[in-house]
């Protein structure tokens, strides 16, 4: 049940995707706060919202905050999450967890010793359309689901060379970090939780680096090809315990399509989920979830589904589930600090099989 009470909520780093999670806060009638380092970032803010704001999260955290949005660079994620819990701050921060494993470890031990709420932004899970598919799937619709084939591949796509996106130190990582964490996080989703057995995979740094990197978008600035000191691209091969399996091609740049993309493999029904964020000619992103069966009624035939859904802002339903998980002092079941955890366990599994 939806909880319509007023809360302050503070937001650590105003750039694009802080800006954009407080104008949602204010939408859905929240005081908002912010903080960040850059003069700058915290003028913008109060241009847009008219709001209190502060230099540092020490600074925030002395409002009587009932919460904090956290969007910095992966590696401050730690600092500002802990710090905020042992206030007796409720935290949900854009994902990843943290930049290493180490560190993510630390805010999910923080998170148990405080009793804290600490939901992490994987906001696929919220699309209407993975909502459906995991109804099925939990049904038995599919029967077993023995293989998932998926991807998350940007024809050019990546985030502004120079950025902290491209730092190893600030990001944790790449492409695989960045973007393969939410196929890491569907599969999960899909598969429910399940137990990684073995893993082989391949990272590579094939387009970032080069001087002659051709594109037409990108989503920063192009400052510095020499820091560039990521992967571009992961390729891995998972086996889970009960003998499922799952591919992953994930890529910030390749010369193919743009997709993003969920294969099932069921012993009863397979499905097609697309949900490549590539704007049609209406301005809006195509979601397509299509069902697979083989039947023998009458004489042996296919049988194809197509699903037809209202379209919905993963984004604005998180955080609608963050709040109404604070105001109603409830722990989510979904987007859980546990679940951001074991996809980064997998992350830095692949990373370190390719040091």
């Known amino acids: 049940m939806r909880n319509d009470q007023t809360l302050d909520v503070g937001v650590v780093g105003l750039g694009t995707h802080g800006l954009n999670r407080a104008q949602t806060l204010v939408d859905f ?15 913008r803010f109060e241009r847009r919202f008219g709001s209190a704001h502060f230099e540092s999260p020490t600074e925030l ?4 905050l009932n919460a904090v949005v956290i969007t910095t660079p992966n590696k401050f994620h730690e600092p500002v999450a802990t710090a905020a819990m042992k206030r007796g701050i409720d935290v949900f921060m854009e994902k990843p967890l943290a930049h290493t494993l180490a560190s993510a470890e630390r805010i999910a031990d923080t998170a148990a010793e405080t009793g804290q709420t600490c ?7 919220f699309l209407n359309v993975c909502k459906i598919l995991k109804w099925y799937i939990d049904r038995g ?10 991807a998350y591949m940007r ?16 990001a944790g990582g790449g492409a695989l970090i960045d973007i393969g964490i939410h196929v890491i996080d569907l599969l999960f989703y899909f ?6 057995a073995d893993v082989a995979s391949t990272t590579r740094r094939d387009f970032g680096n080069q001087e002659s990197y051709a594109y037409l978008d990108m989503w920063g600035e192009d400052d510095d090809a020499n820091m560039f000191d990521v992967e571009d691209s992961a390729s891995a091969f998972l086996e889970f315990e009960g003998d499922r399996t799952a591919t992953m091609e994930t890529a910030w740049a390749v010369n193919a399509d743009s997709v993003h993309a969920y294969q099932i493999h069921g ?15 209406d301005g809006e992103v195509d979601q397509t979830l299509e069902f697979f069966e083989t039947r023998s009624g009458g004489v042996d035939h296919y049988l194809d589904t197509s699903v037809t859904a209202n379209r919905n802002n993963p984004y604005r339903e998180q955080i609608r589930a963050f709040l109404d998980a604070v105001a109603a002092n409830d722990t989510p079941d979904i987007n859980t600090v546990e679940q951001a955890l074991a996809v980064q366990r997998l992350v830095e599994r692949i990373y370190t099989d390719n040091e």
Do not use: C
């Not at 939901?119 to 899970?125: I, N």
């Not at 598969?191 to 990684?196: H, I, N, S």
């Open 29 to 43: 009638d929240q005081r908002v706060y912010g903080s960040d380092a850059s003069p700058d970032a915290r003028n």
């Open 61 to 64: 955290f002395e409002e009587d």
């Open 119 to 125: 939901m992490v932004g994987f906001q696929s899970r």
């Open 141 to 150: 619709f599919f029967g077993e689901i023995t293989h998932v084939q998926s």
């Open 155 to 170: 024809r050019r796509g990546v985030p502004g060379r120079g950025s902290w996106y491209t730092s190893k130190e600030l």
């Open 191 to 196: 598969l429910d939780e399940p137990t990684v």
């Open 267 to 281: 012993t009863e029904a397979g499905a097609l989920l697309d949900i490549t964020d590539i704007p049609n000619t």
